[in-house]
């Protein structure tokens, strides 16, 4: 397997993102090539991993910060191998976007479900200023809008523990 086949395996979740682009041509439904649910995809992994990733600060931010690079990497890699910038196939950045929306924050259900719902609607949305950071060439475009999105979210999530505390059980 060649580094790019490798990179488009990883950058689309080993595969999984090609399920909810077939199942829409299957149907008929058509739409933007952008909303094809990948993203969703993507950011279930994301928390399918999360009981794997390290507790300890140091820890994660190491994990956090490696990740991000690496899928940068990777992510362009994978974007040319495709031939379409931010393939909608390519959902390793929802994957480490959502990692980085619970940055920090308690690994409680209501936290995780939480930064689950906000982060697919604000990378959803692509609100300025984290919208601009897509421009950003190759798998930097493709990783920076989400990451922008997931900071968004964590700041969110940690106005709402403030406001409501009993989030946090």
């Known amino acids: 397997m060649g580094i790019d086949a490798l990179a488009v395996l990883l ?3 080993f595969y999984l993102s090609y ?11 058509g739409g933007s090539k952008k909303w094809t649910g990948a993203g ?12 794997f990733l ?3 600060t140091a820890a994660f931010a190491s994990l956090l910060t490696g990740s991000v690079l690496l899928s940068c990497w ?3 890699r994978a974007e ?12 390793l950045d929802e994957t480490v976007g959502y990692w980085t929306a619970i940055a920090f924050l308690p690994r409680t259900v209501r936290v995780l479900g939480a930064a689950f719902v906000l982060f697919r609607l604000l ?24 990451v ?3 900071v968004f979210v964590n700041l969110i999530v940690r106005v709402l523990l403030a406001t409501w505390p009993w989030l946090n059980y």
């Open 74 to 76: 990777l992510c362009g």
């Open 148 to 150: 922008g999105a997931a």
């Open 40 to 51: 969703f995809i993507g950011t279930v992994e994301g928390l399918v991993v999360v009981p």
């Open 54 to 56: 390290p507790q300890g």
């Open 80 to 91: 040319r191998a495709l031939g379409t910038h931010d393939d909608p196939r390519i959902v």
């Open 11 to 13: 950058a689309t979740g």
């Open 123 to 146: 990378d959803s949305v692509k609100l300025p200023p984290y919208r601009w950071l897509e421009r950003l060439p190759g798998g930097w475009g493709v990783v920076g809008d989400d």
């Open 19 to 29: 399920i909810p682009s077939r199942l829409i041509g299957f149907f008929g439904l």
